[in-house]
């Protein structure tokens, strides 16, 4: 089992900045790909990006390409999302979540092991 736990969601302005952290815990999640979820209020849970735990190479959705950033700390079993110049379009609970599967990285069902999320709240 592998247990997730997201911190370091808030409340910040538009084109403000907040970075999640996601630990890692239990069995070892060498070789795991990393996912990182929204879901706003009413609609369905959307990927965001994806972050290889072995090489550390991320992959983006349109809407946070070039703003968002996804890394892995090794040494501390935590993959953040720096999210820069942020718009109220991107207020969601933000999950993380783990897969040894690196296929269809986009799809809820490819992932194994979910946090239980981090409120991000962007105000106008």
């Known amino acids: 089992q592998v247990q997730l736990v997201e911190t370091g969601g808030g409340l910040v302005q538009a084109g403000g900045s907040l970075r999640l952290s996601c630990t890692a815990s239990?069995?070892?999640?060498?070789?795991?790909?990393m996912g990182w979820f929204r879901q706003a209020p009413g609609k369905a849970r959307t990927f965001v990006s994806q972050?290889?735990?072995?090489?550390?190479?991320?992959y983006y959705a349109d809407a946070v390409k070039g703003r968002f950033t996804a890394a892995r700390d090794n040494a501390k079993n935590t993959v953040y999302l720096q999210m820069n110049s942020l718009k109220p379009e991107d207020t969601a609970v933000y999950y993380c979540?783990?897969?040894?599967?690196?296929?269809?990285?986009?799809?809820?069902?490819?992932?194994?092991?979910w946090g239980q999320g981090t409120q991000v709240t962007v105000s106008s």
């Open positions: 979540a783990a897969t040894f599967n690196g296929q269809e990285f986009w799809r809820e069902s490819t992932y194994d092991y």
């Open positions: 239990g069995r070892s999640i060498s070789g795991y790909y």
């Open positions: 972050v290889t735990w072995s090489d550390g190479r991320a």
